[in-house]
């Protein structure tokens, strides 16, 4: 599992006009081809009269697989740029489609390319990116006597507090870097004078939003 990686949020579209071409970007997170392909499925069928469904996608810790599709428009100068794009904004587990409504005004070549490209950048800033940074999920069990102290000082530490369950003890779960586990077991236990249960949990990713890369 990568230490951290960016994708999209989740669903997005916008819309731009060059040259009274209508140009649609749909943006979508996909974890797997086929959930990629279906997503494309879905844009076609409901653009089933426009002029292109351009598409491009790029799934895989490593990209594996990659994926760019013309659909009519001259070979190289839709499917390939809107991947590239992908590609410099370091994305992964992504599938974009640019429909095409033909406005009368031939664009040329580079024309397209940079309608393409735009569109997918524009078309990403609206569904937002996010960085997925693989996290150690640790548990704290403790008397209730030690929550409202534990809580304040883990509110305003390098920790993030995944969830809190009330039950005959109190346990917290806490976000943390795998490089930090140690440190983490060791200020806990000096927090709560070695009065706390602390155990390892699953590995996964916590998502934070950022900017436009």
């Known amino acids: 599992m990568l230490e951290k990686y960016y994708t999209v949020k989740g669903y997005g579209e916008n819309e731009i006009v060059i040259e009274k071409s209508r140009f649609i970007c749909y943006v979508q997170r996909a974890t797997t081809e086929e959930e990629a392909v279906q997503f494309i499925q879905e844009i076609k069928k409901k653009h089933w009269d426009a002029t292109h469904n351009c598409s491009a996608y790029l799934i895989g810790e490593h990209d594996q697989i990659q994926k760019a599709n013309d659909d009519g428009e001259p070979s190289g100068t839709a499917g390939v740029p809107m991947l590239e794009v992908l590609k410099k904004k370091g994305l992964k587990d992504t599938v974009v489609v640019v429909t095409?409504?033909?406005?009368?005004?031939?664009?040329?070549?580079?024309?397209?390319?940079?309608?393409?490209?735009?569109?997918?950048?524009?078309?990403?800033?609206?569904?937002?990116?996010?960085?997925?940074?693989?996290?150690?999920?640790?548990?704290?069990?403790?008397?209730?006597?030690?929550?409202?102290?534990?809580?304040?000082?883990?509110?305003?530490?390098?920790?993030?507090?995944?969830?809190?369950?009330?039950?005959?003890?109190?346990?917290?779960?806490?976000?943390?870097?795998?490089?930090?586990?140690?440190?983490?077991?060791?200020w806990m236990t000096e927090l709560t004078n070695g009065k706390a249960g602390i155990y390892e949990g699953e590995a996964m990713y916590l998502e934070k939003e950022i900017n436009e890369r």
Not at 124 to 133: D, F, Q, S, T
Not at 149 to 161: G, H, P
Request: hydrophobic content about 40%; aromatic content about 10%.
């Open 100 to 186: 095409r409504y033909f406005g009368g005004i031939k664009l040329g070549a580079g024309g397209l390319v940079r309608a393409y490209s735009k569109s997918v950048s524009e078309g990403l800033k609206a569904a937002g990116i996010v960085e997925r940074r693989l996290m150690r999920v640790m548990h704290t069990k403790m008397d209730y006597t030690w929550l409202g102290k534990v809580e304040n000082e883990l509110r305003s530490s390098i920790y993030e507090i995944k969830d809190i369950h009330y039950l005959e003890n109190v346990e917290i779960e806490v976000f943390v870097e795998e490089g930090q586990k140690q440190a983490f077991v060791e």
